[in-house]
């Protein structure tokens, strides 16, 4: 769907030559949930903005599914922005005179849709909102102004949600709410998530970038590992690790090998059940009950080159790639 190829995107500064983006290279799938993190000044957000046709990239090419941009009118970037990407910023950028049906309502007429009552509440209950159509945003918390923002972009159906920071202003528990709506759209979407947590990246996304200095350092992909054994009520999950379905009870072929096991064993068992249990499943990353998530390296189509971007040339083509249009 998506393909950048050796990308480069630099800006000039009085301190000398930035190399926001340095042959960049990476294959994007049609859906999943997946994270660009690293430091400040990386080049999480300039990767963001080139995909999202915000921006436009000095060399390299990128193509969307079977067209190159590097070909792209004006009005071809217009219609990209405008059809296949939802942006979610960080500011949420709602209109605070106007109601939160409001907000939504113009949204949709921007889209050359009619603003039905039925429209804007099937948005709302998409993203978890029902009932708020007639609150100001100054009623919201941060977490539901996000949400509103999502409804938003999801107004023209895009393939496509580009979100910049979506949960840096807010407390952890509503920044949990807005990224698991996220993830739910992400069965059906490509969610691009820039964030500065790793933890969160860990815990919701598909795929995890990892930039530092506009180059890919780490490109990890999520995977599950099952079992090395499985019983009728058991299983190993990995050396050391048995896992027993509640509620068993055990064959007697599956007492034996346990009675062998701890017979065997020369250190003592530890054995974990009840809340103890729950508490162990997080930093083993179980799911289920006997599969381990894992990371794993994505495997990389195009191999990146070591060498520099070439020497800073401005884009002729700056003008015309910026929005002419309101992005929604």
Not at 1 to 15: D, P, R, S
Not at 53 to 73: A, H, M, P, V, Y
Not at 316 to 323: D, I, K
Request: proline share 4%; hydrophobic share 40%.
């Amino acid at each position: 769907m998506l393909q950048l190829t050796n990308v480069c995107k630099q800006y000039a500064t009085k301190g000398g030559i930035i190399h926001a983006l340095d042959h960049v290279s990476l294959t994007l799938p049609e859906t999943g949930m997946v994270f660009f993190v690293g430091t400040s000044g990386a080049g999480k957000s300039t990767l963001l903005h080139v995909i999202g046709g915000l921006d436009q990239i000095d060399q390299g090419e990128i193509q969307i599914n079977d067209r190159k941009t590097g070909s792209f009118s004006a009005a071809d970037f217009d219609s990209y922005r405008n059809t296949m990407i939802g942006f979610i910023f960080q500011e949420y950028n709602l209109l605070p005179e106007f109601s939160v049906g409001e907000n939504i309502a113009i949204a949709l007429e921007l889209q050359g849709r009619k603003a039905t009552s039925e429209a804007v509440t099937q948005l709302l209950d998409d993203v978890g909102l029902h009932g708020l159509a007639q609150r100001r945003p100054a009623t919201l918390s941060g977490g539901q102004k996000q949400r509103v923002a999502i409804a938003r972009a999801l107004i023209k159906s895009p393939a496509i949600i580009m979100a910049d920071e979506p949960t840096g202003a807010l407390d952890s528990a509503t920044g949990k709410q807005v990224l698991e709506t996220l993830k739910k759209l992400s069965l059906s979407k490509l969610v691009l998530v820039v964030s500065h947590d790793r933890e969160y990246a860990e815990h919701y996304g598909d795929r995890i970038i990892t930039l530092s200095d506009g180059k890919i350092v780490e490109d990890i992909s999520k995977t599950w590992t099952p079992p090395l054994q499985r019983m009728e009520h058991l299983s190993i999950v990995e050396e050391g690790l048995i896992a027993l379905r509640a509620g068993s009870e055990l064959t007697k072929a599956e007492q034996e090998w346990l009675q062998t096991l701890f017979q065997n064993r020369q250190e003592d068992i530890l054995i974990a059940v009840g809340q103890r249990a729950r508490e162990l499943r997080k930093p083993l990353r179980l799911q289920g009950l006997d599969e381990l998530e894992r990371f794993q390296p994505t495997p990389i189509i195009q191999e990146t080159p070591t060498q520099r971007c070439n020497s800073f040339v401005p884009s002729s083509r700056l003008r015309q790639a910026l929005p002419s249009q309101p992005i929604v």
